[in-house]
Nanobody
Framework: QVQLVESGGGLVQAGDSLRLSCAAS?????????????MAWFRQAQGKEREFVAA????????DYADSVKDRFTISRDNAKKMVYLQMNSLKPEDTSVYYC?????????????????WGQGTQVTVSS
């Protein structure tokens, strides 16, 4: 069974920081094969479409961010632990969303939701003003 499990969400105040984690498991995400996947974070606010937040290539050599989070959020990964992280600083009320971890093979298509093969269940982040 393939799983991506997010954690680290919560209720914080504007200006605070949070670190989200995504743990990969299952036959598709062995210690070797996990490093062949590009990973990303998306978010979906209530009543809105799911949107791209950040992505990281298989070896961490390339990252990409939505303009709305650039310079505030940092994506990273630890292939040995099969983990992906999203460090979120200077949080704003508009960052309030459910955050999802996702995996895809083709880095070039990272902003296309349809290209992602696996998704986690999401973790809620709520930022109060």
């Amino acid at each position: 069974q393939v799983q991506l499990v997010e954690s680290g969400g919560g209720l914080v105040q504007a200006g605070d920081s949070l670190r989200l984690s995504c743990a990969a498991s299952g036959r598709t995400f062995t210690r070797y094969s996990f490093s062949t996947w590009s990973m990303a974070w998306f978010r979906q606010a209530q009543g809105k479409e799911r949107e791209f937040v950040a992505a990281i290539s298989w070896n961490g050599g390339n990252t990409d961010y939505a303009d709305s989070v650039k310079d505030r959020f940092t994506i990273s990964r630890d292939n040995a632990k099969k983990m992906v992280y999203l460090q979120m600083n200077s949080l704003k009320p508009e960052d309030t969303s459910v955050y999802y971890c996702a995996a895809l093979k083709l880095w070039a298509r990272r902003e296309r939701i349809s290209e992602y093969d696996y998704w986690g269940q999401g973790t809620q982040v709520t930022v109060s003003s």
